[in-house]
């Protein structure tokens, strides 16, 4: 059974860091694209970044670009997300994926870890 779990998630005040973390069970992602997505409440499910099989690759949006940073230990099956710098407005639920690869395509996703930022 293949499995994505995050976690890492908890309370921060603005300005703080954490670390996500999400583990891969049931098969290999090493060859496989991962990336993270976030919810916030009453929001629509958005990209914040993603990076190919090798983490040669990265990609980020906007809203997060220069602050967090994307990276993968395929040896351990882990990927992670380092938030620094982090704003009331990255308050969400974040979730990992895995597939294909890009800003949408995704077939394996985790059950999300909770992000607070206090102001």
């Known amino acids: 059974q293949v499995q994505l779990v995050e976690s890492g998630g908890g309370l921060v005040q603005a300005g703080g860091s954490l670390r996500l973390s999400c583990a891969a069970s049931?098969?290999?992602?090493?060859?496989?694209?991962m990336a993270w997505f976030r919810q916030a409440p009453g929001k629509e499910r958005e990209f914040v970044a993603a990076?190919?099989?090798?983490?040669?690759?990265?990609d980020y949006a906007d809203s997060v670009k220069g602050r967090f940073t994307i990276s993968r230990d395929n040896a351990k099956n882990i990927m992670y997300l380092q938030m620094n710098s982090l704003k009331p407005e990255d308050t969400a639920v974040y979730y990992c994926?895995?597939?294909?690869?890009?800003?949408?395509?995704?077939?394996?996703w985790g059950q999300g870890t909770q992000v607070t930022v206090s102001s």
């Open positions: 049931g098969r290999s992602f090493s060859s496989t694209a």
């Open positions: 994926a895995a597939g294909p690869g890009g800003r949408s395509y995704y077939d394996y």
């Open positions: 990076l190919n099989w090798s983490g040669t690759t990265t």
